[in-house]
């Protein structure tokens, strides 16, 4: 039962309960982080049409679009965010070819700002284009050193511009 599961416990909740919940008109969306395209189609297969499922996982997003998911939760987003809109507009509007080009820019990023724990290779990253500060705060700790080059490549390669104005 769900209120004795511990609080570190994921509880996976399966498409075919997904669909049952999808059929009470208080909950109309689910984000999914699976980033399983199987799933997804199953999750989609198990709704009622006007459903909603989110993507959760960047660098799957484009393709679960593609099988219907109607947007992403992003943290490439936060770094990239018209590429990210560029991207999801196409895969959303059918153009695949466009949201994949776009997308396949994004991929570094969409890997290597989990490098660490989110959000701290976000907020470094954001901090470099000069958006905020360089504001961390306990309980997060600045993005080691041995990760910053791999930020910096991949912000780089999705044309991300990088002020430097933290450092």
Not at 23 to 44: C, F, G, H, M, Y
């Amino acid at each position: 039962d769900l209120y004795n599961v511990p609080s570190r416990t994921a509880v996976d909740l399966l498409p075919n309960t997904v669909g049952r919940l999808a059929r009470n008109p208080k909950i109309v969306a689910i984000k999914d982080a699976t980033a399983s395209v199987s799933r997804a189609r199953e999750i989609l297969t198990a709704c009622p049409p006007e459903f909603t499922l989110l993507s959760g996982d960047d660098a799957t997003a484009v393709d679960l679009m593609s099988q219907g998911a109607r947007g992403v939760i992003s943290v490439s987003a936060n770094v990239a965010p018209r590429r990210m809109h560029d991207a999801c507009a196409a895969a959303l509007s059918g153009d695949l070819a466009k949201a994949r080009a776009i997308d396949a820019t994004l991929q570094p990023l969409h890997k290597d700002l989990f490098v660490e724990a989110n959000p701290i290779p976000v907020k470094w990253a954001v901090a470099r284009m000069g958006l905020i500060g360089n504001a961390i705060r306990l309980p997060l700790v600045e993005l080691s050193a041995a990760h910053q080059d791999a930020v910096l490549r991949a912000m780089r390669a999705a044309g991300v511009t990088i002020e430097d104005q933290a450092a």
